[in-house]
């Protein structure tokens, strides 16, 4: 499953959409995964930062390594972010709950990136944690 080898292979997360209202989903799961152990960096053109970590504009103005693209935007919004994914050499593009981009995940697929659709990656990551626990007994 491409979710369990994201959550446990890659640490450095670019949130696209991230919000610096504690209100949204994405500063929820933004801070869910920073105390969790990722290094998330927000993206977003309207924010200057979140939580303290400075807001990039775009992906590739991100300076350093990104291994996953976690998207909150809506679903026609994905290609570019999928073509800009690709271009900074992401591993995997990860949309949250309710956003479905079929063509932009073959897209990011047929270039060698794991991809998850319509999935909460702090949800993923709690059930994968409750997993481990059971199974550690």
Request: glycine fraction near 6%; hydrophobic fraction near 40%; charged fraction near 25%.
């Amino acid at each position: 499953m491409s979710e369990v080898k994201i959550l446990k292979s890659f640490r450095n997360v670019a949130m696209v959409g991230a919000s610096a209202d504690p209100q949204k989903p994405s500063n929820v799961v933004f801070r869910y995964l920073t105390v969790h152990g990722y290094n998330v960096v927000p993206v977003n053109p309207t924010v200057e930062e979140v939580y303290g970590k400075k807001c990039y504009p775009s992906l590739s103005a991100i300076p350093g390594k990104i291994e996953v693209v976690d998207v909150f935007r809506k679903s026609d919004d994905v290609p570019p972010i999928v073509d800009e994914a690709i271009k900074i050499g992401a591993k995997a593009v990860w949309m949250q709950e309710g956003v479905v981009n079929k063509a932009a995940a073959k897209k990011a697929e047929s270039a060698g990136l794991l991809v998850v659709m319509d999935k909460c990656m702090r949800k993923e990551h709690m059930r994968l944690s409750e997993e481990d626990a059971e199974f550690l007994g």
